[in-house]
């Protein structure tokens, strides 16, 4: 069998389309959609932050592949029944979990625009690739951050780290794409702090440099870098005939949001001629906010950074960005060119130099559009406090554990990130792990609250990481309450199972 034995004449008196028959019903559709989706958003104040989705769901999600076509609007209801109700909450006022933004309204309705046009950002002369271009330079615009810098829309944090680390690596011997890491002279070594994101730790693996090549530098009390064991580090792998490349300062840690000394790293990464890449994924924006300039002044030192904008910048899912300082070693380092992605002095393409060139990514959607619409909704300003009042916001929690005596605070807040417990001194941390993470599935079961989790060397702690633009005052003061009293009547019901004496 092969095509040959498909009777084309024949299938073509009924061509087919995936477009709707009647697009006047689909009109309707499409308008009780976003109905639908504004009252969602709107509403989300008066919703759990969070609902366990049921068997019914989960058995609904479950059946087979469906052969026949089904009417649009039983497959709209479809969500809205079993699918909308569960959301993960991230678009909640009360939702701190991992570090997630929660979108917008505008957004969304942004990305319904980009899914229309449905534009591959690959190649080509057309409009969508100016955009791109376009948020770049705001965003280079909006951190301080060189305006020669090259740059690219990815999919988020991870895959920006993994962009630049590639540069990072194929920087320092022009001879890895052809000849790849087997040929390499020495093995290559790259430095970040104990609290850097796993992401990191994913891109050295993928990049074959193998785990071990990461050098973990211990931190301080306050979770940056230890500068000096950084510099031992690098010193001792020079000596033994290790390659020292790369330095990966933090601009807010996952777990704490702490800053790296990012301007003495930047000196070191100088002195020692290794590349310095900052990841910035939510902490980057700190840049924009006065009263923090100068700690994270050395942001704009780095040659490369990562960042995301689904975090603090509140767009919708996925949304991340990297930045190379240096364009000829961002290119270099993904450059290829087929015949059938050749540039064109005319015609389609003839538009700007392939985002390709940039990145894994050939095919790319419209994510541009989303940046482009919302930083034009909203302006710098009202994002520089936006970003200022989720720090404000931090510190009142902070201050509210402070002003508990149930409660402990376990780091320092030094962006918008707080760590606490319940806390009671006749429980061991053993006890205190286990209670702490009662009260936290209990404040998620209940819809009360969404924070997270870490730990903090053996120690179990709630986890606020606050980048929700919905967020109000009340909503920490509930969530303090509520900690202290499911931990009180945790105590009370006997959750510990030894005898101890409860206040
Ligand atoms: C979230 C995060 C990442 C990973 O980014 P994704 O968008 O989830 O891929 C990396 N580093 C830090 C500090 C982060 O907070």
């Given amino acids: ?129 100016y955009v791109e271009l376009q948020v770049l330079n705001w965003i280079k615009e909006f951190l301080g951050f060189s305006s020669e810098a090259s740059g690219l829309l990815v999919s988020g944090g991870s895959v920006a780290n993994f962009t630049a680390l590639t540069v990072a690596r194929n920087s320092i011997d022009a001879e890895i794409r052809t000849k790849g890491l087997f040929e390499a002279r020495s093995r290559l070594t790259i430095y970040g702090s104990t609290e850097t994101h796993s992401c990191v730790q994913k891109s050295i693996e993928t990049l074959g440099l193998g785990s071990d090549s990461f050098i973990k530098i211990p931190v301080d009390k306050d979770y940056k870098i230890d500068l000096k064991e950084l510099q031992q580090a690098i010193s001792k792998d020079k000596k033994r005939g290790r390659l020292p490349f ?91 060119d087929p015949p059938y992605l050749t540039s064109h002095e005319r015609g389609l393409p003839a538009g700007p130099e392939s985002f390709g060139n940039y990145g894994l990514q050939l095919s790319r959607g419209f994510r541009a559009l989303k940046v482009w619409m919302s930083l034009k909704e909203h302006g710098s300003e009202k994002y520089k406090r936006i970003i200022k009042q989720n720090i404000a916001q931090a510190k009142y929690l902070e201050y509210l554990i402070r002003q508990s005596d149930k409660l402990e605070l376990m780091a320092p807040v030094s962006l918008n990130i707080v760590c606490f417990r319940f806390s009671n001194p006749e429980l061991t941390t053993k006890e205190l792990n286990a209670l702490n993470r009662e009260i936290l599935m209990t404040l998620h079961e209940r819809g009360i609250a969404i924070p997270t989790y870490t730990f903090l060397g053996n120690k179990y702690v709630l986890r606020v990481a606050n980048v929700n633009h919905r967020s109000r005052k009340e909503d920490f003061e509930m969530l303090v309450k509520a900690v202290a009293e499911i931990g009180n009547i945790l105590l009370e019901e006997g959750f510990i199972k030894r005898p101890m004496v409860v206040d």
């Fill in 1 to 129: 069998m092969s095509i040959d034995n498909i009777d084309f004449l024949n299938l073509l008196e009924n061509e087919e389309t995936l477009d709707p028959e009647n697009w006047d019903e689909l009109k309707t559709l499409g308008h009780e959609m976003v109905d639908v989706m504004l009252d969602f958003l709107k509403n989300q104040r008066k919703y759990p932050a969070w609902r366990k989705p049921g068997d019914d769901v989960k058995n609904f999600l479950s059946e087979s592949l469906p052969q026949e076509s089904e009417a649009r609007n039983k497959v709209f209801h479809d969500f809205v029944n079993n699918i909308l109700p569960y959301s993960k909450g991230n678009v909640h006022p009360r939702y701190w979990a991992w570090v997630e933004g929660g979108g917008t309204p505008f957004g969304m309705l942004a990305d319904m625009l980009a899914s229309g046009m449905n534009p591959n950002l690959g190649i080509g002369d057309h409009a969508a690739m």
């Fill in 246 to 336: 790369c330095i990966v300062g933090n601009a807010g840690t996952v777990n704490t949001g702490a800053i790296d000394p990012l301007n003495e790293l930047a000196v070191l990464a100088k002195r020692e001629k290794l590349w310095f890449h900052v990841d910035g994924a939510f902490g980057a924006f700190a840049a924009v906010v006065n009263e923090l300039k100068k700690e994270i002044q050395g942001l704009h030192e780095a040659d490369s950074l990562a960042l995301d904008l689904h975090k603090w910048m509140c767009m919708p899912y996925e949304t991340g960005c990297v930045l190379i300082k240096n364009k000829e070693l961002h290119r270099k380092a993904f450059q290829l």
